[in-house]
């Protein structure tokens, strides 16, 4: 959950900067990361089809706002990236509550 929090904050950084350098990169590196909770248990207490839902939606918006952005579609790029981000609010909501560890994004908007 660490490495999804710290993999939003670079995104956000990516958008804050310059989206078109490096933006694609941060969300395949979002999109991975998220791969890699499917290969883990479905934390105790939490509904698994719910889980495993916001995480494939999560990973398919990071794809979508990776792809977005290397085609040089910024606005609507950081439209999906939100929504992805959103997603991944939730599902930190359900790994918190499992884990007893509150994991929270930081608060974003796009300029």
Known sequence: AERI?????EADNRFEDHPEAGGASAMDVLSVTLDALTEQDVPPGQDAARYTELIAQAREGFTSAGDQLQQGHIAEAAETYMKARTITGD?????????????????????
């Open 5 to 9: 929090v710290d993999g939003v904050q």
């Open 91 to 111: 599902l930190l909501v359900m790994i918190s509550g499992a884990t007893g560890t509150v994991y929270v994004l930081p608060a974003w908007s796009f300029h």
